[in-house]
């Protein structure tokens, strides 16, 4: 368990609504991501951050931004939602290793959000 | 590029062995591997480095050939809690952004 949470767990909500998904950590990791997963796509990344304020786009940002005013939250805003960002939601925190040049990235619990 | 994982689907018998792949068109620098359960979040396995030995994890152990830019996954005398979707991740340079491949899906019979 790394002490990721998400929330809401499961959102309902309609097109053309903004949406706002949460992800906190309770282990002051310095990178922290966000997925989505539909089926045959496997994780697609949205956007990550590799600190406070410092943010980057993934393979499939469009129609989302994120931001991170404190180490421990990172918000997921759908400004207007589609139908085509009905999906599962998940965070995933990591740390870099020196040694290795890369890390393990653990993920929160998921947040189903369907847009109607 | 999304790395490509053959096969797809995969159905075992308990005790039974399984291989899986996950290719790259473009040279590699690690290999993530994770499985997920229906309904749960992916649970990081192991990473493979370029240059690196095998790994192991339970029974499950996995390779990395640099030549073929391909890793192996190999689930040895399964067992029923080896079901669930297995995902390789890819990263061509050292760093964090992971490029997941499409899943396989393994279902251990008693």
Not at chain 1, 11 to 18: C, L, N, Q, Y
Not at chain 1, 51 to 79: A, I, Q
Not at chain 2, 37 to 49: D, Q, R, S, W
Not at chain 2, 62 to 89: D, H, I, R, V
Request: include cysteine; charge should be positive.
């Amino acid at each position: 368990d790394a002490g990721i949470t998400q929330s809401p767990r499961h959102k309902v909500t309609e097109t053309g609504t903004p949406v706002t998904l949460r992800c906190h950590q309770t282990e002051n990791h310095r990178y922290m991501y966000w997925y989505r997963q539909d089926p045959g796509h496997g994780l697609r990344l949205i956007h990550y951050s590799y600190g406070v304020k410092d943010t980057d786009k993934g393979e499939v940002s469009d129609g989302y931004s994120v931001s991170r005013s404190k180490t421990e939250d990172f918000l997921l805003t759908l400004e207007s939602a589609t139908s085509s960002q009905t999906s599962v939601y998940f965070c995933a925190i990591s740390e870099i290793s020196g040694a290795l040049g890369t890390d393990t990235q653990y993920f929160g619990p998921g947040t189903r959000l369907t847009v109607l | 590029q999304q790395p490509v994982q053959s096969p797809q689907a995969v159905i075992l018998r308990e005790g039974e062995d399984a291989v899986i792949n996950c290719s790259s068109s473009k040279a590699l620098y690690s290999v993530h591997w994770y499985r997920q359960k229906h309904g749960e979040a992916p649970v990081f396995l192991m990473i493979l480095l370029k240059g690196g030995e095998q790994k192991g994890h339970e029974k499950i152990s996995a390779s990395f050939n640099e030549k073929k830019q391909q890793s192996s996954l190999y689930l040895t005398a399964s067992q029923l809690s080896y079901s669930g979707t297995y995902f390789c991740g890819t990263l061509k340079a050292a760093g964090n952004k992971l490029t997941f491949g499409g899943g396989t899906r393994v279902l251990v019979k008693p």
